[in-house]
């Protein structure tokens, strides 16, 4: 069955920097996207940028582009959110999920169906 788990959270200053790993289990990981979600206290779950883990594709939220940055290990079936100049507003429970077939693209991404468990970052100001 398919698994996930997010680690990599943590407590973090502003402007600082955090990365994120979500290792994958139980599906074909190079035929899948991988997405991070993410949500904060009384707001909707939003996604912020997931790959395509067989041809590379990547799609971010606009508000996190060029500060975060994913990336896929495919021999470790691990993608990896690199978070840098985190700002407060970055405060949030992060998800990362996967499924195939799959949109990923610069102009967006398509739900995802398997999820794991979240992993808090929190940006103090």
């Known amino acids: 069955d398919v698994q996930l788990q997010a680690s990599g959270g943590g407590l973090v200053q502003a402007g600082g920097s955090l990365r994120l790993s979500c290792a994958a289990s139980g599906f074909p990981f190079d035929a899948y996207a991988i997405g991070w979600f993410r949500q904060a206290p009384g707001k909707e779950r939003e996604g912020v940028a997931c790959?395509?883990?067989?041809?590379?594709?990547?799609y971010y939220l606009p508000s996190v582009k060029g500060r975060f940055t994913i990336s896929s290990d495919n021999a470790k079936n691990t993608v990896y959110l690199q978070m840098n100049s985190v700002k407060p507003e970055d405060t949030a429970v992060y998800y990362c999920a996967a499924d195939a077939p799959y949109y990923c693209t610069e102009y967006g991404m398509s739900p995802l169906e398997y999820w794991g468990k979240g992993t808090q970052v929190t940006v103090s100001s």
């Open positions: 790959i395509g883990a067989s041809d590379g594709s990547t």
